[in-house]
Every structure is written in structure tokens, then in C-alpha cells.
């Protein structure tokens, strides 16, 4: 007799795999095919030299292997909390106390992924609504869905999220009545993913003065994910929205060692306001009572000595080359095209690709004509949510250069050009792939 089935939990019910799982798994199957799908760093440029030296120093001093070896707290290394703290005002060009922020408002995080779920399960119960740009990180959308979090969208522009919009949204779920739902407003405002589009100065300013007009009720946060931020290449140097919350009231501010260092050490960090910190620390308690400590040891020394600096220096060139090559790689492809245009980012690894009139989703036919050429992208449609019609955009793709090779770059994007001219052409008639 078969066990009798499983009664799972609400939320574990609502937890599906994430739809980028098949494109992976594709990536990882298919000899030759160039993927730009996983947002996976450069494999080339990864620390290995910067960490082994960090880790011989640690594991050559007895005293501190030890304490790198037994287990830190909830609430991450003092040092490297202070020296997150130092990091991010350093790039906003103010003292920590210009912001109310000590080291004790940092939290060490297991990627900043664990502190957008933290802070989900801090802040929503079902039904409550978090307000993002669209598109957005499909993997958070994703974690929202298992909160119970409805989420509802704005748009963006080359400048970022439409704060216009922001502002006419809220209004008009303050007169539905509907405004006490809302908990949380989410932006990735540097280089976005998936977009590589940024928030301007005068947004950033806007949103904090929004968020604060409309908390009546209760404060609505914003959450900034910054964590492509110290992987700028070009354009002005913007400061956090947390900069224009001098009292440490509004703004989550969360960031990654993921990008700029080595995701393998899967360290991110948070700098949060007093009453969100505490609850996010009893539930990390739960969790784990503390992110990995030896990677935290890691990355303070390497801080410490300036190799953790210079090779985010680096980086910087090496993601700013992969950016012109697919710029040009496009720009020679697709001349001729009319239907496609693209994002021009200032930092990360993302083009936001739209092809007017072909549909780019799964079970689209670009999809599997990609595939025939031998390249991949994640359908942008992955990063909407739909609207209450059940609509939304189809014509967009996510390319990612961050762990294509150059060679692979240009050798992808022509691909990609064949599969587009196959589409056009009505060719090919191949089964959708259905995800
Ligand atoms: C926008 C954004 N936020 C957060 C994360 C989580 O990264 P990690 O948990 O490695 O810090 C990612 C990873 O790709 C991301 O793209």
C-alpha cells in the first residue's frame, strides 16, 4: 500500500521551482551551446589566488584558524560588519554616523538572497502587497509567492523605476482602502537584473519621500538590492537610497560579496533599521545561528590586506570588456533589424534584449530556434508578473555576459541573429519546449 500522501504546510504549497530551473539544466546538457541565461559570474577572474592567500594566513596563525573555524554569531563578524559599514559609506561618500549607522545596524547574511527571505518572513503575511519595478528578480518574485505577497508592478525607464507611477499606484490603493497591505517597496537600483538599467539621482531622492508619505498606517520599507552596485564600468557614481535616510527609519539597504568577489562564499550583508535588524536576527537564529564564519574571516582579511579592492578593480574591466563585445556583437547583428533594441548598462552582467512582435517566451518559437542554434537566453516574460487582465510583455529576453567567454559572446549573439531571422522567416516549426 502506497504511504498516505504528505500534508505539506501553506507556504511550502506555494513554493514552486524556480522557472529558470529548465534553462539551467538545458545550459548543463546541451555540448556547445552558448549560454546567456544563468546569471553566473566570470569563471576566468573568479579569487582563487586572493582567497588561498586570505586562507593560508588564517589557517597558519593557530589562534585565528580556531576562532575562523568555530562557529561566529547570528549577527556576523564585528569586524566585517564594521568594515561592510566602512565599504558602503565609502561609496556614498559619507561617515556612518552622517546616517545613525554604527556597525552594530549591519547584519552578515548567507548571500543577500537570505536577507530577502528574512525579511519576507518578517514583514508579510498572506495577502500583503510588495510593490516592485517590472521587470524584477524573478527569484525574489518567486520567494514573495511563497510568503503569500501579492505583488504589483510599476513600470521603468531608461532611468529606473517610474516613481510617477509609484506615487499614482499608491494613491490609488490608499483610496481602494488598500494601502494598509502594503509592506514593502522593491528595487534593484544599480545595473538591474534583468534589466542593466539604474536609478536616477532625482528617483532616488522621490522614492524615500514617497515611502515616508504614504506610511499613515505603518512604515512602508524600501527594499534596495544593491548587489551588482560595486560592479560599476560606467556612468556617474550614485548614491544609495538608503543615503537619503539619514534617521535609518525606511530604506533596507542589502548588497553581496556574491558578484564582486566569489559567489562560492555566499556572503551578503544588510545594513537595517533598529526594529527591522532585531526580528531578522531572532529568525536567522532559527535559521542557522549565523552565516558560514570562515567565509566571513575570509573576506575581512582580504579587506583588510586590499586584495578583496583590487580584484573587485578588476572585475570591473573584465565585466566592462564583456559589455562592449555584446554591445557590438549586437549592434553588428542586429543593424539590419528594426524589431530589436536593447539596454546599454552601466555596470553588472545584464542586456535587456526586446525583439517587437516575436514572442520570447517558453513556449514562444524562439525558444526552441535559439536552442537549434545552439544559444540560450531567459525569457524576459519570467521577470513580469501579469497584470489583472493576466497579460504581459512576451517580447523580451534577459542576456547575460557574465560567464560567457568573449569568443562565446560574439559567437552567441550571431546565433542568437539566426535564430531571430529563422523566426522571422516562419521557420522553425519545432515543439515549444513547455515550461
Ligand atoms: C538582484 C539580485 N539580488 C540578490 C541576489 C542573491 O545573490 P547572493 O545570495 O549570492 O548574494 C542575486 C543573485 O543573482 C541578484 O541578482
Not at 498572506?126 to 510593490?131: A, H, N
Request: glycine share 8%; aromatic share 8%.
Amino acid at each position: 500500500m502506497p504511504p498516505a500522501p504528505l500534508s505539506r504546510s501553506g507556504k511550502s504549497r506555494r513554493t514552486t521551482d524556480s522557472p529558470i530551473t529548465y534553462f539551467i539544466k538545458k545550459a548543463l546538457e546541451t555540448p556547445g551551446l552558448v549560454s546567456f541565461a544563468a546569471g553566473l559570474v566570470d569563471e576566468g577572474s573568479l579569487p582563487v589566488d586572493e582567497v588561498r592567500a586570505a586562507a593560508t594566513e588564517i589557517l597558519s596563525d593557530p589562534r585565528a584558524g580556531q576562532t575562523a573555524l568555530q562557529y561566529g554569531s547570528t549577527h556576523g563578524m564585528p569586524e566585517l560588519r564594521r568594515q561592510v559599514l566602512d565599504l558602503v559609506c565609502g561609496l556614498d561618500g559619507v561617515n556612518p554616523s552622517d546616517l545613525n549607522l554604527t556597525p552594530n545596524d549591519v547584519c552578515i547574511t548567507t548571500g543577500s538572497q537570505q536577507l530577502l527571505y528574512l525579511l519576507g518572513e518578517v514583514m508579510f503575511d498572506p495577502g500583503d502587497i510588495v510593490i516592485s519595478e517590472a521587470p524584477s528578480y524573478f527569484v525574489y518574485h518567486s520567494l514573495l509567492q511563497s510568503h503569500g505577497a501579492e505583488v504589483l508592478t510599476v513600470p521603468m525607464d531608461e532611468h529606473g523605476m517610474d516613481v510617477d507611477a509609484l506615487d499614482a499606484l499608491l494613491d490609488r490603493l490608499r483610496r481602494s482602502g488598500d494601502l494598509p497591505r502594503v509592506k514593502v517597496i522593491y528595487t534593484v537600483d544599480y545595473f538591474q537584473n534583468p534589466t542593466g538599467l539604474t536609478l536616477s539621482l532625482e528617483r532616488r531622492k522621490r522614492l524615500v519621500e514617497i515611502a515616508k508619505r504614504y506610511s499613515t498606517a505603518h512604515r512602508i520599507l524600501i527594499l534596495e538590492d544593491a548587489a551588482y552596485r560595486e560592479l560599476k564600468f560606467s556612468g556617474p557614481d550614485l548614491p544609495s537610497i538608503k543615503s537619503f535616510d539619514p534617521a535609518n527609519e525606511f530604506v533596507v539597504y542589502t548588497s553581496t560579496f556574491s558578484k564582486p568577489c566569489a559567489p562560492g562564499l555566499k556572503t551578503g550583508y544588510a545594513i537595517l533599521p533598529p526594529d527591522v535588524l532585531a526580528p531578522i536576527l531572532h529568525l536567522k537564529g532559527s535559521h542557522d545561528f549565523g552565516s558560514t564564519n570562515l567565509s566571513q574571516h575570509l573576506l575581512s582579511r582580504m579587506m583588510a590586506s586590499g586584495a578583496y579592492q583590487a580584484h573587485a578593480e578588476k572585475l570591473r574591466t573584465v565585466y566592462r570588456n564583456k559589455r562592449d563585445l555584446m554591445l557590438s556583437a549586437l549592434e553588428s547583428e542586429f543593424r539590419d533589424f528594426p524589431a530589436a533594441r536593447w539596454t546599454v548598462p552601466d555596470g553588472g552582467f545584464y542586456v535587456w534584449f526586446t525583439l517587437d512582435g516575436v514572442d520570447t517566451g517558453p513556449n514562444g518559437p524562439l525558444v526552441p530556434a535559439a536552442l537549434e542554434a545552439g544559444v540560450l537566453y531567459v525569457p524576459g516574460e519570467f521577470g513580469h508578473v501579469p497584470d489583472a487582465n493576466g497579460h504581459m510583455p512576451k517580447n523580451e529576453c534577459r542576456l547575460c555576459y557574465g560567464v560567457a567567454t568573449e569568443p562565446e559572446i560574439t559567437e552567441g549573439i550571431r546565433r542568437l541573429r539566426k535564430a531571430c531571422a529563422a523566426v522571422a522567416a516562419g521557420k522553425p516549426k519545432k515543439e515549444p519546449v513547455g515550461v
